[in-house]
């Protein structure tokens, strides 16, 4: 009895492809990269947009779960649409679905 | 650094945005290509950024759409700052003139350097420059670098070598002579091979003519080394182009003398400054008196070329002549300081007179004569000899085979 194939969406799918194959899914799938220099500062690539912004804490929109970066003295450095850039101390992250 | 440079040159604004969603403001603009950095929240309702000057017309829909009120706070950047000096014409004129001046002179030789000159005067080759059409003040496009190679290597046997290169105003000369000794007999030509030095043979290597000495034979300079006469077994003569060098054991004596008693200038702090312009060839005295200001004195020059860059250089030169007064004494020379001038000297003069000899032994004798320093410099080198010079002596006449 031959066993049903799972189905899978195409996104779901090419993830699978990604990780067995080594490729970076950011760059496949959109995802947000995120970059953290020590507790200094912050990049994020491919942004979905600010949700929040205070100097102790920032709210980030991106493509599956919305960032959450706590600290103080938080200071957005410089932004355009798929980039962002966070400097100040951060004291922690965490993504909301 | 870089992108800082960038934006002050393109102009940026300090602004102050105000309104309940600046974040939904911010993200708006931002997807519409109009960049942020140096955000700054101030209080919930209240942002401060700075954006690109081209960005402040952008914003202003969105700044509608999220009912957000934007305020310039600060101008930044080159286009602020000329906008200020628009009415001064005859600062933005006197500007383009000057633009167009140095982009017309640099259309023009204005210096000429020479590289390889040793032997040959460097005026004499700059006359010859002159001639075939390389002189300050001409046409860069109207130099022709091979033209020029082949007139001034045509005029002159000094030179192996030449070659012209023009950047910007700046023309570079560089030039070998020709260091070759040998009497430029054609290899098809019969000749012999003389020694030009006198030694004791230490290695012959004879590839054609008959060899006229042997190894551990004294050898004159002039005498011959090979002969391209030949004679066969039955009395044949022929006559061939001979080729054949010895290395040579020379021993050689040079004797400098060192005064032990020098004039010595003193300085006595006392100095006079003056300054010229040299434009072009003209040199213009930025001074009254002409004579020298002191009875003693060493004179610094110094010579500042003004240039853009290495290649980029105007013929105006200032020249600054500093005149130190100094007074006169006598001083002894200390004969171990004498000891080493004379021996460093006779080394010096050594490795000029035979540059290729490799020396086997060296003996250095100083001596401490009566009003002066004396200082011997005996070597044993080995040098290498073999000149072609024509055939001499004919044994029988004959004819070539």
Redesign the interface.
């Known amino acids: 009895v031959r066993k049903p194939k799972e189905k899978h969406s195409l996104r779901e799918s090419i993830r699978r492809a990604a990780e067995q194959w080594d490729l970076p899914q950011d760059v496949l799938l959109g995802l947000s990269h995120i970059e953290l220099e020590g507790d200094r500062e912050l990049l994020i690539d491919h942004h979905q ?7 102790e804490r920032v709210q980030v929109a991106t493509r599956e779960h919305t960032l959450r970066i706590e600290g103080s003295e938080l ?7 798929t980039q962002l850039r966070l400097r100040g101390t951060v004291s922690s992250l965490s993504l909301l679905k | 650094v870089l992108l800082k440079f960038i934006n002050y040159m393109r102009g940026n604004l300090r602004v102050e945005i105000r309104g309940a969603a ?2 939904r403001f ?2 708006l603009c ?2 519409n ?1 109009v ?7 101030t209080a ?1 309702d209240v ?1 401060y ?1 700075t954006i690109r000057l081209e960005g402040l017309f952008r914003l202003r829909p969105y700044a509608r759409k999220c009912m957000c009120r934007v305020r310039v706070m600060e101008k930044r950047g080159i286009p602020f700052q000329t906008r200020r000096y628009r009415h001064r014409y005859a600062l933005l004129g006197g500007a383009a003139l000057c633009l167009g001046l140095i982009w017309l002179l640099s259309g023009f030789v204005w210096t000429i350097q020479l590289e390889g000159c040793r032997q040959m005067p460097e005026s004499e080759l700059l006359q010859l420059l002159a001639q075939s059409g390389l002189r300050t003040g001409v046409r860069s496009a109207a130099v022709d670098a091979v033209d020029i190679k082949n007139r001034v290597l045509q005029q002159t046997d000094q030179l192996s070598f030449l070659t012209v290169n023009i950047q910007g105003s700046h023309a570079q000369v560089v030039v070998r002579e020709r260091t070759d000794t040998k009497s430029g007999i054609d290899e098809s030509q019969p000749c012999d091979v003389v020694s030009d030095k006198t030694g004791v043979i230490h290695r012959l290597r004879v590839r054609a003519g008959a060899a006229q000495v042997k190894v551990g034979e004294t050898i004159m300079a002039g005498e011959r080394i090979a002969a391209g006469t030949m004679i066969s077994s039955q009395q044949e003569v022929w006559y061939v182009h001979a080729s054949a060098e010895a290395d040579v054991r020379t021993w050689h004596s040079r004797t400098l003398r060192l005064p032990a008693e020098v004039r010595r200038l003193t300085p006595t702090g006392s100095e006079k400054v003056r300054y010229a312009l040299v434009l072009g060839n003209r040199r213009i005295n930025l001074y009254w008196i002409e004579s020298a200001p002191f009875a003693w004195y060493d004179m610094k020059v110094e010579k500042y070329h003004l240039r853009i860059d290495e290649n980029f250089r105007f013929p105006i030169t200032l020249i600054r002549e500093t005149w130190q007064e100094s007074t006169v004494s006598q001083a002894q020379i200390d004969p171990e300081r004498a000891r080493q001038v004379l021996e460093q000297r006779l080394l010096e003069n050594q490795a000029a007179r035979s540059p290729d000899a490799q020396v086997l032994k060296r003996d250095y004798i100083f001596e401490e004569q009566e009003g002066f320093f004396q200082g011997t410099l005996k070597t044993e080198c080995l040098e290498t000899t073999g000149v072609a010079a024509p055939v001499g002596e004919v044994l029988h006449d004959g004819t070539d085979h």
């Open positions: 947009g600010i949700i929040e912004y205070t100097a200071q957005l450095v410089a932004m355009n649409a | 600046v974040e911010l993200n931002v997807t290509g960049i942020f950095w140096d955000v700054e929240r919930p942002l950024a």
